[in-house]
């Protein structure tokens, strides 16, 4: 599967892509080496490049949004793409609870189906599945390199107020 690299502050990322969108992001890391791999006029590099670019310009601070960003999770069923689908819409700033995602889906009761979702989401950031906490606003399980560190570190820089016990007000 083609990849392409975006250059950050904290690192290089990278992220997958094919014609119907991106299938995969991996957050910044120092001392990643980008691949060789040639990409020019792939299906799908407008979508991914337009993906890197507000990806660059997520880990500069500034408000982005990928709404016009396609991303493949063909593959995964139906209830994971519904669950991703919702969180794609909580807005920069914003948190959601496990419990509300599942309930805004019809699925009140699947608090720990959607948490696992999330444990498997391939396109963190695009779906911004940092922006779902407990139902008591601690933060919860956050699988993308650094764990809970960096899921607190992107809600600050979202401006989400993290209280001293490492709670976000819902």
């Known amino acids: 599967m083609p990849r392409i690299s975006f250059s950050t502050k904290d690192g290089l ?15 910044p890391e120092v001392g990643r080496l980008p691949g060789d791999e040639k990409i020019d006029h792939l299906p799908g590099m407008e979508n991914a490049a337009l993906a890197a670019e507000l990806l660059r310009q997520y880990f500069k601070g500034e408000p982005v949004y990928f709404d016009d960003v396609k991303v ?27 419990a509300k995602v599942a309930s805004l889906i019809g699925k009140r009761g699947s608090a720990r189906a959607v948490g696992r979702v999330m444990a498997n989401n391939p396109v963190p950031i695009i779906v911004p599945c940092h922006r779902v906490v407990a139902a008591d606003g601690r933060l919860t399980g956050y699988s993308a390199a650094g764990g809970l560190e960096t899921k607190a570190a992107l809600l600050s820089m979202e401006g989400v107020e993290l209280r001293e016990e490492g709670r976000v007000v819902l």
Request: aromatic fraction near 10%; proline fraction near 5%.
């Open 13 to 27: 990322g990278e992220l997958s892509f094919n014609a119907k969108g991106v299938s995969s992001v991996e957050l």
């Open 72 to 98: 493949d999770l063909s593959g995964h069923s139906p209830f994971f793409n519904e669950v991703c689908e919702q969180v794609r819409s909580i807005p920069v700033g914003q948190v959601m609870s496990y």
